[in-house]
T-cell receptor, first 114, second 113 residues
């Protein structure tokens, strides 16, 4: 079972560069999320999507963009990388129909902006 | 708003010791509560959950009881193992109509042999 797959696992960017973090899930989940994890700060929601073609901002969306053209994929775009975006990024998915509220997470993408 | 506060770490224990990680929440409605665990180098995975007051969630020897009167969901394990070394996150889902989770800051637990 692949579950939620994120790529790349590690990346170093220079200030001002752009990149896309890829996320794919094979569980046919409607809902997908992007979180960032900073030391001592827990996880903060960046963007989320309730289905293909629908996205919405979370707590910390500035500096990021997302798209959801298919149920399976939910890429996160950084347009002008800044040191404040150094973090570990987690993609997650869920299927509200189960009623459990459980999120399934990828293994994370560690991004460093220098 | 809805939020979760959990005890700060890190916590270091010897094998077979008792573990408690405190978690309190603030919510306007009737939230569901979760504990997630993150093992080194991995993503988060659900450890246990409780959806209403007085429910007890349990898994892998861990337990947590949803206490509405104290707005708490403390995680406990009676005898930890080295393999329990991980970061533990308390999380809240505000209502049955909500699909986003709010996470606490995480507590790093290290168990020594």
């Amino acid at each position: 079972n692949a579950g939620v797959t994120q790529t790349p696992k590690f990346r170093i960017l220079k200030i001002g560069q752009s990149m896309t973090l890829q996320c794919a899930q094979d569980m046919n989940h409607n809902y997908m999320y992007w979180y960032r994890q900073d030391p001592g700060m827990g996880l903060k929601l960046i963007y989320y999507s309730v289905g293909a073609g629908i996205t919405d901002k979370g707590e910390v969306p500035n500096g990021y963009n997302v798209s959801r053209s298919t149920t399976e994929d939910f890429p996160l775009r950084l347009e002008l990388a800044a040191p404040s975006q150094t973090s570990v990024y987690f993609c997650a998915s869920s299927f509200p129909g189960t009623g459990t509220g459980e999120l399934f997470f990828g293994e994370g993408s560690r991004l460093t902006v220098l | 708003g809805n939020s979760v506060t959990q005890m700060e770490g890190p916590v270091t224990l010897s094998e077979e010791a008792f573990l408690t990680i405190n978690c309190t929440y603030t919510a306007t409605g009737y939230p569901s509560l979760f504990w997630y665990v993150q093992y080194p180098g991995e993503g988060l995975q659900l450890l246990l959950k409780a959806t209403k007051a007085d429910d007890k969630g349990s898994n892998k020897g861990f337990e947590a009881t949803y206490r509405k009167e104290t707005t708490s969901f403390h995680l406990e394990k009676g005898s930890v193992q080295v393999s329990d070394s991980a970061v533990y996150f308390c999380a809240l889902k505000a209502s049955s109509n909500d699909y986003k989770l709010s996470f606490g800051a995480g507590t790093t637990v290290t168990v020594r042999a």
